[in-house]
């Protein structure tokens, strides 16, 4: 269908624009009008990132055609405030600190707002409900409903208006709320995100992405893509100049596939063009010959004889082993009077940050190639383009924009590399924004893992032995496994004194997608088996949980399993308000097998289970041998 002509007005401005009719509304706004504090986070209507008001009503952007506008009156997130005067629900998220990484902060206000105007003595519950279609993934929903009370008591004149007042620091910075210095950026959308920016004459870039998990490529064709109107640059594996592997401690991942792909969705070549629409048609007259290889997808398999091999420096597939021995293993088995056994496993999960990936990277003045993105890692990052440029490294500049959540998803470098690449093919500046199918396809999860344990406790439940078996699933490359590795492997045996163990955890390639750093970074994958065996043992032994942790747990004075002298400790206060908080009712019967309050009944007490358990308790598992 041929452009066309709307008119509507903009935060009380008259706009005339000639559009394509599958423009959606973001996009007019966000790239016709610079108008970024309407979001992108889903592209689906889940999020809520992209709210606005039409003619005084909220509506998703994202799911819009800027078509519908005509004629109509549209008011964004940058329309609300006075120059230099914030709204009262805006000041109301700035004293609460309801603007983590604050991403979702500007969708967050125009719900609020909504649901103020619609109905201003609007309560709790009619709040939450009204507020039911944006997402936070950091910040939490605590602190935005709170704010959202006191911009509506405020308004109603039920508090002051000092009530909106940022916390002032007293005489010490310690023990007080400090307002956060960029939320008044963030609950404005005035904060600019890498996706946000824009420079003059800035190029797109589009990435095809593998079909296969494991497959050899026999030949890339890129000239017919090259040879589109329009399309500045294609950049494959052959235009890396210099050492081409990154990765947070085996620089094991190619910028673009090299000879062969190893999971779905691996970048495999890269086209930078005049639009993100050019640069998709582009993809498609991308010609790739795939040989298919038989693929890993299952931990166990990796390790089998025989089985394929995913990278040839590492025959055996396996990334990392972290072993840890103390004491007596054996002599300590030998003195329990019960011996416990299960296995638990825990699931890949994605962080769902609400800011896709994003960046832009132009080549300035100096020569500098300069890489602006929300990385996590920037320094690392430099240096390990430096070497993939074959550059020095003042000729290579990490920027860090800010980050729309990370969680450790944004530690890897997986897409800053093809951008300094085609901006230095094309002397142009290029911007990357991924889609959110591209984020989860693309991203590193948190590793997938199974644990074998064997826990020998005497009758009074102290522990006596521990016998723990990690294998993790790190995908095709491997990122940040080794420090997950360590990290799981310090915390195996929990916050307990524990005189003989025997600790081994394992990573492994697989032709899934990548694992990599997520909060906690395997201290989640051990701790879930620990506690999971603590509560088990409390009730083989009929003792109560607390009080199994509570003989058991490191002091001052104690080695940790790694054999570090601890100079203070303070779980006990952990557990004596663990304890208060939770209404624990000693003596009361178990719910077993679920943290949900709402399974357990009237009298009954809560489960201290961290989650289900993989299991049945006293399963004869065959312990995994490993080599040390
Ligand atoms: Fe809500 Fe980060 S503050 S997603």
Redesign the pocket.
Known sequence: MPEFDIDFTVNGRPVSRRIDPSLRLLDLLREGLALTGAKEGCGAGECGTCSVFIDGKLVKSCLMPAAKAQGASIETVEGLARPGELTPVQKAFHRTGA???????PGMVMAATSALRENPDAGLEELKERMGGNI????GYTKIIEAVEIARDVVAGKLPQTALDPEGVGASWIGHNTARLDAPSKVSGRLAYAGDMVMPGMLHMQVLRSPHAHARIVRIDTSEAEALPGVACVVTADDVPGEDGFGVFVHDQPVMARGKVRHVGEAVAAVAAESVRIAREALKLIRVEYEELPGLYDPEDALKPGAPVIHDYCPDNVVKHIPVRKGDIEAGFAAADVIIEDEFATQQVEHAY?EPEAGLAYVDHDDVVTVISPSQNITHHRHMLADILARPINKVRFIMSPV??GFGGKEDMIYQGMLALAALKTHRPIRLIFTREESIACSAKRHPSRTRYRMGLTNDGRITAIEFSLLADGGAYGMSSEGVMRKAAILSCGPYEVDNLKVDTKVVYTNNTPSGAFRTFGGMQAQFATESMMDIAAERLGLDPFEIRRRNMMRAGSLTHTQQKLNSAAIDRVLDAAEASSGWEPGAPTVRGSTRGDLAGPGTRQPCTLGARFATAGADIETVKVAS
């Open positions: 603007s983590q990484c604050g991403y979702c902060i936070c993934r950091c910040t609400l729309g959540g």
